[in-house]
C-alpha cells in the first residue's frame, strides 16, 4: 500500500482544496542547607535524577554517552564550560544560555557551577522512522507536529494521547519546546516510552519532508473553518499550536487545511491540548469507520 501519491497528484490535491478548512483553537521546595555537586548526586533520598549538576558531573556524564537532552549554561561562565559546549554541540545536544539567578531556581541551592545538565526520558527518533512505522503497519501516516509547545504538562498530556488514538509520533522543534523530560514523562503517564518523538531543528523543513511523503498536513487555528468540513481518512499531520500564540504564521502557510472546534461558550479558546486530543479523537473516529 503505498501513501505517497496523495499529495503532488493534482486532482486529488484540488478535490480535497473544495473541503478546505482554515483553523482549531489553540489556543518549592525548602532549598535547605547548601550542598555541594558531589554531595548533591550521593544524596540517592532527594536526588533529582532527572538533572545532573557541576561541570566534572556533567563532563562526565557528556563521556558516558548519558541520554542528555539539554544543558543549561550561565553566559557569563568561563574555563572548563567551553568544554562542555563542544562536547555537547559534537553529540547534538540542545544548549540554552541562562542567567544565575535561572541556575540557582533550577538547583533548588545545590551548587551547579554554572552548569546543569537535564536528562532525557527518551531518545529521540528521525522523522524516517516514524514513517517507516506506519509503513510497516500498513497504515496512512498519522503524526503530530508541535508548534512551540513550551509547557511540558501540555506536551505530555499530547503525547498521552497521540498514544491512545493510535498516532505513530510526534515532532518537536529543537527550539522554544518543552522536550522529553521527566516532566513530559511523568504528565503522559509514561506513553513518552512508546511514541516515537522528533526532535528537528527546523519545523518548516519537517513539514515539506513529510509532503514529499504523501502526508497532507492539517493546522489547528481558531480562524479556519469547521473541522468537520474535511475529512481525516488519509495521511493525516496535525500541527497544534503553542499554548499563547497559536500557530507561526509559515506554519499556517504550510497547512493544506486550516480547522476550528466550533464554539458555543463565553470562552473562545482551549488549552492546547485539549484541542489536540479532540482533533486526534476525531482522526481515529475517520479510521475506524
Not at 535524577?49 to 553566559?75: F, T
Not at 514513517?131 to 504538562?153: Q, S, T
Not at 516532566?183 to 522528533?198: M, N
Not at 488519509?234 to 506554519?251: A, D, K, N, P, Q
Request: hydrophobic residues 35%.
Amino acid at each position: 500500500m503505498s501513501f505517497d501519491n496523495g499529495y503532488n497528484n493534482k486532482k486529488s490535491f484540488e478535490k480535497k482544496r473544495q473541503n478546505k478548512g482554515y483553523g482549531a483553537q489553540n489556543s518549592k521546595r525548602s532549598s535547605g542547607s547548601k550542598k555541594t555537586a558531589d554531595s548533591y548526586h550521593s544524596d540517592e533520598d532527594k536526588e533529582d535524577k532527572s538533572i545532573i549538576l557541576g561541570r566534572n558531573p556533567v563532563i562526565e556524564s557528556l563521556k558516558a554517552g548519558k541520554l542528555i537532552d539539554s544543558i543549561y549554561i550561565n553566559k557569563e561562565a568561563g574555563g572548563s564550560i567551553s568544554v562542555i559546549c563542544r562536547m555537547a554541540r559534537e553529540q547534538g545536544i540542545v544548549i540554552k544560555q541562562v542567567n544565575e539567578q535561572k541556575l540557582n531556581k533550577m538547583a533548588n541551592g545545590a551548587s551547579h557551577q554554572g552548569v546543569i545538565a537535564m536528562t532525557a526520558c527518551a531518545e529521540y527518533v528521525e522523522i524516517q522512522d516514524i514513517l517507516d512505522i506506519a509503513k510497516k503497519k500498513n497504515e496512512p501516516p498519522f503524526i503530530i507536529i508541535c508548534d512551540e509547545i513550551e509547557d511540558p504538562h501540555n506536551l505530555g498530556a499530547i503525547i498521552r494521547t497521540a498514544e491512545a488514538s493510535g498516532a505513530h509520533g510526534v515532532i518537536i522543534p529543537k527550539r522554544r519546546s518543552a522536550s522529553l523530560n521527566h516532566t513530559v514523562f511523568k504528565t503522559s503517564a509514561g506513553a513518552a516510552a512508546w511514541v516515537p518523538v522528533a526532535r528537528v531543528s527546523n519545523l518548516s523543513q519537517a513539514v515539506d519532508t513529510l509532503k514529499e511523503n504523501g502526508v497532507w498536513i492539517y493546522g489547528a487555528d481558531s480562524s479556519g473553518e469547521d473541522y468537520n468540513s474535511v475529512s481525516f481518512d488519509g495521511t493525516v499531520g496535525l500541527v497544534i499550536g503553542s499554548e499563547g500564540f497559536g500557530m507561526s504564521r509559515l506554519m499556517k502557510e504550510k497547512c493544506d487545511f486550516l480547522l476550528r472546534l466550533p464554539m458555543v461558550g463565553k470562552i473562545t479558546s482551549l488549552n492546547a491540548s485539549v484541542a489536540g486530543g479532540i482533533f486526534m479523537y476525531e482522526v481515529l473516529k475517520s479510521r475506524m469507520n
